[in-house]
């Protein structure tokens, strides 16, 4: 049987049909966009997640612009993701605040 590749929805590379994240970008469910608190399914364009609330337009450090918090900026393309300094946690995800979305840690 043939093994089709997807595009990642956040980088648009072709990666195998049963990732469980990006092998390029490292963005956890790369065929689904989920909330990065709660994981529930969201879609582009919702203002908060139907779940926890979540407000999903953050301000891109780059242009200053108010973005959907994805992998990069719709308007300049500068990346909005950041890894978790804590060597336990290594998350990546989009900057959404001063903490780690996982363990509660201060991103840098």
Sequence with gaps: MADYR???IYCGKLIPPDA?????CGMEDPFTMRCPRCRNVIEKGWARCSCCGLE???ICPSC???TFAASCCE?????LT???ANRKCGFVQV???DRCLRCNKKLK
Excluded: D, N, Y
């Design 6 to 8: 997807h595009f990642c």
């Design 56 to 58: 999903l337009f953050v």
């Design 75 to 79: 308007q300049c393309g500068a990346s």
């Design 95 to 97: 900057k959404m605040g």
């Design 82 to 84: 950041v890894r978790c």
């Design 20 to 24: 469980k994240l990006c092998p390029f």
């Design 64 to 66: 200053g612009k108010r």
